[in-house]
């Protein structure tokens, strides 16, 4: 109430905004570098490293989830919970992306949607923890950060934050984004490729084969308008991909040093990546990492828990997108299989009571992690696919769209999700079982998930 006691509803001018401002917040999740003097070291060297991409991609991708905001495409984000220093190579990298693309044709394909693709990779190297400490055996060390910040490896000493990871996370988000670039726009992504996508251990399972009729009926199409006259030599969406790279903006040194301004508009880009999103831990209002991702111009996300209330996701609305910029703002919920219809429904109604255009998605992952009975993190296939369902459900009843899933995944063989049509049970959890953080699905499961998700998005 203001001194006169009329209650003033007028939002205050927007505060001035530079790439440091959130020095000046609450910081969660942030390690503390030992010695200071390295760490600014560091900084400077980055500040002066070129941008991974550009800002006209980044508006590229805005663009796109306008799009998804609207209700007239589908955004598939997907990658590894935490990118790996140790686990790095070009086959990695390659069959990631191959499983991404087929996820891809099997949505576009199936359900008759444009797909917006975007990696959580080239840049995702930084994790926040429940738990700042660790308990391996009898000792306590710190936890876990990610890559960027320090070593899994369960020894103290390997514990220690050490920002001159930043600088590697930042050569290996390169060479990394190098090949993305040389697959999607090389001839590799190209759809008269998309049988080559099919991995071996993929295309002799049920879902490898139903993809293959899926690719063998694309070859046809294309044949079909070959024949036809149509000249399909030249037409640059059958023989190149926009591919997307994402992360979560969590450790603010390095996203800071990254942020540049942009020659064309003047405005900051975070260069890091091309969307970058705030998770389920760092979303205070008046935190850090809300008030570093207001002032770039990328498209930002953030994650929504199930203890999210509807008014905070309103003021994140407005905080993050005053101007009401479609494909500016995309929100992921990630409630877990038992709350997503009573979490989620009052979130969206409340959004699209305000009026926000936003592109909600469902990260079906990060509420259903259990841990099984040997102690190792795990998701069962059955509970992703029940939050997607949920999520559908909560979508269709209130009228909005469900426009995307964000999920984790490799193109390796592992064994780290239970279920699937493979149908991995406990047992087999430890025999490939390589995340650096939360359990991924495989090859084969993700392509199964496509199969799903096509199928409600055909029914929505
Ligand atoms: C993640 O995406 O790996 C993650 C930690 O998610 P959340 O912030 O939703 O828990
Ligand atoms: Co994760």
Same mark, same amino acid.
Do not use: W
């Given at each position: 109430m203001g001194p006169t006691g009329i209650q003033h509803h007028q939002e205050a001018a927007p505060r001035p905004w530079q790439p440091s401002s959130w020095r000046a917040h609450e910081a969660s999740q942030l390690p503390t570098w030992p010695d200071p003097a390295v760490?600014?070291?560091?900084?400077?060297?980055?500040?002066?490293?070129?941008?991974?991409?550009?800002?006209?991609?980044?508006?590229?991708?805005?663009? /796109?989830?306008?799009? $998804?905001?609207? %209700? @007239?495409?589908?955004?598939?984000? =997907?990658?590894?919970?935490?990118?790996?220093?140790d686990d790095f190579s070009a086959d990695g990298i390659r069959d990631k992306l191959r499983v991404i693309l087929q996820m891809a044709?099997?949505?576009?394909?199936?359900? /008759?949607?444009?797909? $917006?693709?975007? %990696? @959580?990779?080239?840049?995702?190297? =930084?994790?926040?923890?429940?738990?700042?400490?660790?308990?391996?055996?009898?000792?306590?060390?710190?936890?876990?950060?990610?890559?960027?910040?320090?070593?899994?490896?369960?020894?103290?000493?390997?514990?220690?934050?050490?920002p001159r990871r930043m600088l590697r996370a930042y050569h290996q988000s390169t060479s990394t984004l190098n090949l993305l670039r040389a697959f999607t726009k090389g001839g590799f992504a190209d759809l008269s490729q998309v049988h080559s996508w099919n991995q071996q251990f993929v295309a002799a399972s049920a879902e490898g084969r139903?993809?293959?009729a899926i690719a063998e009926e694309i070859d046809r199409a294309m044949r079909f308008m070959k024949a036809c006259g149509v000249d399909l030599s030249t037409d640059s969406p059958?023989?190149?991909?926009?591919?997307?790279?994402?992360?979560?903006?969590?450790?603010?040194?390095?996203?800071?040093?990254l942020t540049r301004q942009d020659s064309l508009t003047g405005d900051w880009y975070d260069c890091s990546a091309h969307l970058l999103w705030v998770g389920e831990r760092t979303h205070a209002i008046e935190g850090a990492h809300v008030e570093f991702v207001r002032g770039i111009g990328n498209p930002i996300a953030v994650k929504l828990g199930p203890s999210t209330q509807p008014d905070d996701v309103v003021q994140l609305?407005?905080?993050?997108?005053?101007?009401?910029?479609?494909?500016?703002?995309?929100?992921?919920?990630?409630?877990?299989?038992?709350?997503?219809r009573s979490a989620l429904r009052p979130l969206v109604k409340a959004v699209a009571d305000s009026g926000q255009p936003v592109a909600w998605v469902c990260d079906p992952m990060h509420g259903n992690t259990f841990a099984s009975g040997s102690g190792r993190k795990t998701r069962h296939f059955d509970d992703v696919l029940g939050e997607i369902q949920g999520f559908f459900d909560v979508h269709r009843s209130i009228g909005t769209w469900p426009g995307g899933v964000h999920v984790e995944l490799t193109g390796d063989d592992v064994t780290e999700c239970l279920g699937g049509i493979g149908d991995i049970i406990e047992e087999q959890l430890p025999l490939r079982?390589?995340?650096?953080?939360?359990?991924?699905?495989?090859?084969?499961?993700?392509?199964?998930?496509?199969?799903?998700?096509?199928?409600?998005?055909?029914?929505?």
């Open positions: 760490a600014a070291e560091v900084r400077s060297e980055l500040s002066k490293l070129p941008p991974l991409v550009f800002a006209g991609e980044a508006r590229r991708l805005t663009r /796109g989830l306008a799009q $998804v905001a609207e %209700g @007239r495409a589908f955004l598939l984000q =997907a990658g590894d919970c935490a990118e790996s220093f044709v099997v949505l576009t394909y199936g359900a /008759g949607v444009p797909v $917006v693709k975007v %990696g @959580r990779i080239a840049g995702q190297f =930084a994790k926040p923890r429940s738990s700042p400490t660790e308990r391996v055996g009898n000792l306590e060390m710190p936890a876990f950060r990610g890559h960027i910040v320090n070593d899994d490896v369960p020894i103290p000493s390997a514990r220690v934050p050490d139903r993809y293959e059958i023989h190149q991909v926009d591919f997307f790279t994402s992360h979560e903006a969590l450790l603010l040194d390095y996203e800071e040093c609305c407005e905080r993050l997108n005053p101007a009401r910029v479609p494909g500016r703002l995309t929100l992921v919920s990630r409630m877990g299989i038992d709350k997503i079982y390589t995340t650096t953080c939360d359990p991924r699905l495989n090859a084969r499961q993700s392509i199964d998930l496509a199969f799903r998700v096509a199928e409600l998005l055909r029914s929505s």
